[in-house]
Antibody, heavy 124, light 106 residues
């Protein structure tokens, strides 16, 4: 059974940093691209960042480029999101999500499994 | 970015009704369109990928159609567990989600 379990959320002051983790199990982690998707309270979904299965390619939304860094440790089956220079508008539930296809190439970003989410609150 | 719009933003329907939700992209995205269902406090669930392919385990009352810029999600006979918010998402480039359509009980 595929499971994704996020952790690391919490309350942080503006300008602060936080590192989210997503522990994966039930599938060959290194074969799948992974993404972070966030949802501000009462709002819609916003894709944040993605990383290829090998970790060699990374992608970011303009809203977080230069502040957030996605990474993965395939030996630990874990996905990370390092968030720096946090702003109030980064307040959201952050989900990790798995691509549906292995080595998806040009047909990625079909998210078939999601974690339960971890809440990040940026406030003084 | 590709702008995604959905209509309506909300709708009220009864059990057994046929429900149609429309999604439009600001440019052609071929068939790179996915649909998700989200219930309050829960993670989204993939329903349809590549515009019309039913995700494994999803009931056949859900169907998707369209290509290019205009897409449709149809629920053929609304069930009590289908009351939720539905999002479209383009996967032609780095993802963009639509604003969502909330389906509630009439």
């Amino acid at each position: 059974e595929v499971q994704l379990l996020e952790s690391g959320g919490g309350l942080v002051q503006p300008g602060g940093s936080l590192r989210l983790s997503c522990a994966a199990s039930g599938f060959t982690f290194s074969s799948y691209a992974m993404s972070w998707v966030r949802q501000a309270p009462g709002k819609g979904l916003e894709w944040v960042s993605a990383i290829s299965g090998s970790g060699g390619s990374t992608y970011y939304a303009d809203s977080v480029k230069g502040r957030f860094t996605i990474s993965r440790d395939n030996s630990k089956n874990t996905l990370y999101l390092q968030m720096n220079s946090l702003r109030a508008e980064d307040t959201a539930v952050y989900y990790c999500a798995k691509d549906r296809k292995t080595y998806c190439g040009g047909d990625c970003y079909q998210f078939d499994y999601w974690g339960q989410g971890t809440l990040v609150t940026v406030s003084s | 970015d590709i702008q995604m719009t959905q209509s309506p933003s909300s709708l009220s329907a009864s059990v057994g009704d046929r429900v149609t939700i429309t999604c439009r992209a600001s440019q052609s995205i071929s068939s790179y369109l996915n649909w998700y269902q989200q219930k309050p406090g829960k993670a989204p669930k993939l329903l349809i990928y590549a515009a019309s392919s039913l995700q494994s385990g999803v009931p056949s009352r859900f169907s998707g159609s369209g290509s290019g810029t205009d897409f449709t999600l149809t629920i053929s006979s609304l069930q009590p567990e289908d009351f939720a918010t539905y999002y479209c998402q383009q996967s032609y480039s780095t993802p963009d989600f639509g604003p969502g359509t909330k389906v509630d009980i009439k």
